[in-house]
């Protein structure tokens, strides 16, 4: 089984629409993560959190919002989706003293009409 | 702000055609450089950290430079199999500890 996945793998969903994302982790890990990648921009961070009781936003968290239900587990949500938050979206984690290497999931293609 | 641009966007090479993937960099204080792979459809994958000018790593047919301006993944006789989008990041100092990434270099490996 991979170490982090993440559901549904691919969702098209309609302009105003609620939307969450879900990524589960069995590394044990402290620390994860929310990215979305578009062509040409390559990834960026939209929440992270370091711990079930520390969340911090990203570089582009405006529209998004995230909950840490679990050490193993992190939401994305979208409250109100829009056409510019069509991309992939991947989860990822680590360890505090192997911070440096992130694991990621297999991402989740979303599409916004 | 945190800079990172890789060149060139794509690459196709025939099997046993050496060359090499650079990423420029821009940022205040670095405490690594990250190389990644990314396989089509898959999340990418981790590949090398390096921390200061002159450290290289290597990793079968890949190896990793860095100077204080740039990096380099050089990659030696590559295989069909090296085929994939090789992306970069860098990490600044501070508390938020974010990785900056690239946009990444799709290298195309022909049999």
């Known amino acids: 089984d991979a170490d982090v996945t993440q559901t549904p793998r691919n969702r098209i969903t309609k302009t105003g629409k609620r939307i969450m994302l879900e990524c589960s982790q069995t590394?044990?890990?402290?620390?994860m993560y929310w990215y979305r990648q578009d062509p040409g921009l390559g990834l960026r961070l939209i929440y992270y959190?370091?711990?079930?009781?520390?969340?911090n936003k990203g570089e582009i968290s405006d529209g998004y919002s995230v909950s840490r239900q679990a050490q193993a587990k992190f939401s994305l949500s979208l409250e109100s989706a829009i056409p510019n938050q069509t991309a992939l979206y991947f989860c990822?984690?680590?360890?505090?003293?192997?911070?440096?290497?992130?694991?990621f999931g297999p991402g989740t293609r979303l599409t916004v009409l | 702000e945190d800079q990172v641009t890789q060149s060139p966007e794509a690459l196709r090479l025939q099997e046993g055609e050496s060359s090499s993937l650079n990423c420029s960099y821009t940022?205040?204080?670095?405490?690594?450089l990250f190389w990644y792979r990314q396989d089509p459809g898959k999340g990418p994958e981790f590949l090398f950290t390096?921390?200061?000018a002159g450290e290289e790593k290597e990793k079968e047919r890949l190896k990793a430079t860095l100077t204080k301006k740039e990096s380099f993944l050089h990659i030696t006789a590559p295989k069909p199999e090296d085929s994939a989008t090789y992306l970069c990041a860098v990490r600044g100092p501070g508390s938020a500890r974010q990785l900056t990434f690239g946009s990444g270099t799709q290298l195309t490996v022909l049999p």
């Open positions: 390096l921390y200061s």
């Open positions: 940022v205040s204080g670095l405490r690594g």
């Open positions: 990822a984690t680590s360890d505090f003293y192997g911070d440096n290497e992130q694991f």
């Open positions: 959190s370091f711990d079930v009781k520390d969340i």
């Open positions: 590394k044990g890990h402290d620390r």
